[in-house]
């Protein structure tokens, strides 16, 4: 049974992505198991690929990737590979996470104890403990969507500041070009839109900028002189 299928703050968020499998994972599931994967991943929104990577999860979700190990059978008396595998890992992926299912309190004490015998950094990687596959996976796709919404999120929060910063910056552009005695503001929009950056606008001839805005003869002169002549854009202007 897929138990979030019908969670709105994951199936209905509009937020979905890449999932890739690695194939020697795969194989060591029973296929139920990796039914039940590709169910949940298709209700959430998810496309399933199976590819030969070293984690065994890659996920790519609103501009974020994330690598899982899922570890299903946690070995009491071998614990040593896992920890090894993650210390690897952590140095090739950013965001990399360990899900482990620990059904039983006798693992759950080993893998604690093992945690620090083998000297893992807190957080480096997230190791996060489950009691049950269905469980594990859920986490994975939950931890991913919540990734991959901040990281969206925070992308479009760096949209609108550029957006901002865009509009201040045309308005100084504006204020700047309408500073030429005799211009308006619709002819500082005429001469942007038609010849440029200042830089443009301070080396068009007077012949250029009649040929591509309908300034005047007299307006187009006066943008001509000020940037070629001090005594003109030294001069004050009156209001």
Known sequence: MIRAQNDDSVSNSG???????????????????????????????????????????IFNCGGLSLAFIFVINYDCNNPGPIFSRAKKLKSQFAHLYVVITLPTKEQNDSFVHSYFRYGMDIGRPTFIPVLDLEMGFEKIVRITHARGVCKRQDAVSKLKAERERSVQGMDMFLRVVSSIP????????????????????AKASKKNILDNTDISSEKAEMISNFFR????????RIS
């Open 15 to 57: 937020v979905g992505g890449v999932c890739m499998m690695s194939c020697k994972w795969r194989d060591g599931q029973h296929p139920s198991f990796i039914n039940f994967i590709s169910c949940f991943l298709s209700a959430n929104s998810f496309r399933l690929n199976f590819v030969p990577i070293a984690p065994d999860f």
């Open 182 to 201: 005799s211009l308006e503001s619709h002819d500082a929009n005429a001469l942007i839109q038609t010849i440029g950056s200042i830089e443009a606008i």
């Open 229 to 236: 002549d001090c005594k003109v854009y030294l001069s004050p």
